[in-house]
C-alpha cells in the first residue's frame, strides 16, 4: 500500500525499503529576474552494494562560471519525510516551499535561503502518475523520472563565493530522478524562459532497459497558457527527425494533432556525477547556458507557439549512436 501511495507522489522520496543498487536525487533550478545568474542544485542518496560506497550527496552546477562542486557526506547524513518532499543533507533542507543551503567554504561557501511560489506539479493520474505515464508503475525500470515543478517563483538569497546573490523575482525549476543507473544514452534539455511567462519546456530521450532488450523512449512536456502538451512513448506520438551535432541538437515530434519541433544550441558546460550500479562516478556534462527554439503546429501547419527558451539546461550523454540508429 506504501509503495502505491508512493508512486502517486512521485516527489516523495521512493527508496524507503529498496534494495542495493538504489540511487534518488532532486533536481533544483534557480535562475535570477535578470537572468545572469544560474543555479543548479541537486541533493541525493546513492545506496550501493558495496556499504563503502554509499553516501548522501549535494551536487551544485554554477552556470554562470561553468563550475561544479560535489559535497559527499555520510549515507546517514541523508533524512526525508515520508509523507512529503521534505530532505535533509547534512545541515541542507530542500522542499516544495523553499531550500535551504549551508554548503562547503571558501569560494564554494553556498548559505542562504530561497523559496517557492505557485508552484505547477506535472499532473498525477491514477493511468499515468506524473511525466512517465503508466511506465511508473512498472516495478523494473532502470531509472524513474519525476517533475515536481514545471515553474514558479523564487524569493530570497544565497550567499555564494562571498557575495549574496538576490534570487527574488527569479524562475525556477523542479525535477527528480530514482532507481538503479542512469540510461546509456540521453538527450535531456528543459527551460522556463520565454518572451512570455508562463511557458516551460521539458523533454527527453534515451535508452530504456526492458526484458533483456531496450528502445528509445522519449517523454516531452510544452506547458503553454495553462495547458500541458504532452508527447512521448506512452501516448502514441513518435520522433520524426532526430540530429545530434556538435553545436545543436534537432529533434521534432508529431502525433494524432500536433507537431513539435526543438533546436537546442548546445554551449559549454560542467561535468557533473551520475550514477551507474556501482558508484557515483559517472561524468555527465551540462549546461544552463543553451537556448531551445520552440515551434508547435497543428496538422495544417498552422503555429500555435514559436518562441525561445533562455537558460536552458542540456545534457547530452552516452552511446550517443545507437541513440541515433534506434530510430
Same mark, same amino acid.
Given at each position: @500500500?506504501?509503495?502505491?501511495?508512493?508512486?502517486?507522489?512521485?516527489?516523495?522520496?521512493?527508496? +524507503?525499503?529498496?534494495?542495493?543498487?538504489?540511487?534518488?536525487?532532486?533536481?533544483?533550478?534557480?535562475? *535570477?529576474?535578470?537572468?545572469?545568474?544560474?543555479?543548479?542544485?541537486?541533493?541525493?542518496?546513492?545506496?550501493?552494494?558495496?556499504?563503502?560506497?554509499?553516501?548522501?550527496?549535494?551536487?551544485?552546477?554554477?552556470?554562470?562560471?561553468?563550475?561544479?562542486?560535489?559535497?559527499?557526506?555520510?549515507?546517514?547524513?541523508?533524512? %526525508?519525510?515520508?509523507?512529503?518532499?521534505?530532505?535533509?543533507?547534512?545541515?541542507?533542507?530542500?522542499?516544495?516551499?523553499?531550500?535551504?543551503?549551508?554548503?562547503?567554504?571558501?569560494?564554494?561557501?553556498?548559505?542562504?535561503?530561497?523559496?517557492?511560489?505557485?508552484?505547477?506539479?506535472? =499532473?498525477?493520474?491514477?493511468?499515468?502518475?506524473?511525466?512517465?505515464?503508466?511506465?511508473?508503475?512498472? =516495478?523494473?525500470?532502470?531509472?524513474?523520472?519525476?517533475?515536481?515543478?514545471?515553474?514558479?517563483?523564487?524569493?530570497?538569497?544565497?550567499?555564494?563565493?562571498?557575495?549574496?546573490?538576490?534570487?527574488?523575482?527569479? +524562475?525556477?525549476?523542479?525535477?527528480?530522478?530514482?532507481?538503479?543507473?542512469?540510461?546509456?544514452?540521453?538527450?535531456?534539455?528543459?527551460?522556463?524562459?520565454?518572451?512570455?511567462?508562463?511557458?516551460?519546456?521539458?523533454?527527453?530521450?534515451? @535508452?530504456?532497459?526492458?526484458?533483456?532488450?531496450?528502445?528509445?523512449?522519449?517523454?516531452?512536456?510544452?506547458?503553454?497558457?495553462?495547458?500541458?502538451?504532452?508527447?512521448?512513448?506512452?501516448?502514441?506520438?513518435?520522433?520524426?527527425?532526430?540530429?545530434?551535432?556538435?553545436?545543436?541538437?534537432?529533434?521534432?515530434?508529431?502525433? +494524432?494533432?500536433?507537431?513539435?519541433?526543438? +533546436?537546442?544550441?548546445? %554551449?559549454?558546460?560542467?561535468?557533473?556525477?551520475?550514477?551507474?550500479?556501482?558508484? @557515483?562516478?559517472?561524468?555527465? *556534462?551540462?549546461?544552463?547556458?543553451?537556448?531551445?527554439?520552440?515551434?508547435?503546429?497543428?496538422?495544417?501547419?498552422?503555429?500555435?507557439?514559436?518562441?525561445?527558451?533562455?537558460?536552458?539546461?542540456?545534457?547530452?550523454?552516452? *552511446?550517443?549512436?545507437?541513440?541515433?540508429?534506434?530510430?
Amino acid at each position: @500500500m506504501g509503495r502505491w501511495r508512493d508512486t502517486l507522489h512521485p516527489e516523495r522520496f521512493q527508496g +524507503r525499503g529498496r534494495r542495493p543498487p538504489w540511487f534518488e536525487g532532486w533536481y533544483y533550478k534557480l535562475v *535570477d529576474a535578470a537572468g545572469r545568474q544560474r543555479l543548479a542544485v541537486i541533493p541525493g542518496v546513492f545506496l550501493g552494494a558495496d556499504p563503502a560506497s554509499r553516501h548522501a550527496f549535494v551536487q551544485v552546477l554554477d552556470g554562470t562560471t561553468g563550475r561544479a562542486r560535489y559535497h559527499r557526506y555520510p549515507a546517514q547524513e541523508f533524512e %526525508a519525510a515520508p509523507d512529503r518532499l521534505e530532505v535533509r543533507v547534512g545541515k541542507s533542507r530542500f522542499g516544495t516551499s523553499s531550500l535551504e543551503l549551508d554548503l562547503g567554504e571558501g569560494e564554494g561557501r553556498l548559505r542562504g535561503a530561497v523559496h517557492f511560489s505557485a508552484f505547477q506539479p506535472w =499532473p498525477v493520474r491514477l493511468h499515468a502518475p506524473g511525466i512517465m505515464g503508466w511506465y511508473a508503475w512498472v =516495478p523494473f525500470m532502470e531509472c524513474y523520472h519525476g517533475v515536481v515543478s514545471l515553474d514558479h517563483a523564487l524569493d530570497g538569497g544565497l550567499e555564494l563565493g562571498g557575495q549574496r546573490v538576490d534570487w527574488s523575482g527569479g +524562475r525556477g525549476y523542479v525535477e527528480k530522478d530514482w532507481g538503479r543507473a542512469f540510461p546509456s544514452a540521453y538527450v535531456w534539455m528543459q527551460t522556463n524562459h520565454f518572451g512570455e511567462p508562463g511557458i516551460s519546456l521539458t523533454a527527453s530521450i534515451a @535508452m530504456i532497459p526492458w526484458i533483456r532488450r531496450a528502445f528509445r523512449g522519449f517523454i516531452v512536456g510544452l506547458w503553454h497558457q495553462g495547458r500541458l502538451h504532452r508527447f512521448a512513448t506512452y501516448t502514441g506520438a513518435r520522433t520524426e527527425t532526430l540530429e545530434i551535432a556538435d553545436g545543436h541538437v534537432l529533434w521534432s515530434l508529431r502525433d +494524432r494533432r500536433l507537431r513539435l519541433e526543438l +533546436r537546442a544550441t548546445r %554551449a559549454p558546460g560542467a561535468p557533473l556525477v551520475g550514477p551507474s550500479r556501482t558508484e @557515483m562516478h559517472r561524468r555527465v *556534462d551540462e549546461t544552463l547556458t543553451s537556448s531551445v527554439e520552440v515551434r508547435l503546429s497543428d496538422r495544417a501547419g498552422r503555429t500555435l507557439f514559436a518562441g525561445t527558451g533562455r537558460n536552458a539546461g542540456l545534457e547530452v550523454h552516452g *552511446d550517443l549512436a545507437r541513440l541515433l540508429a534506434e530510430g
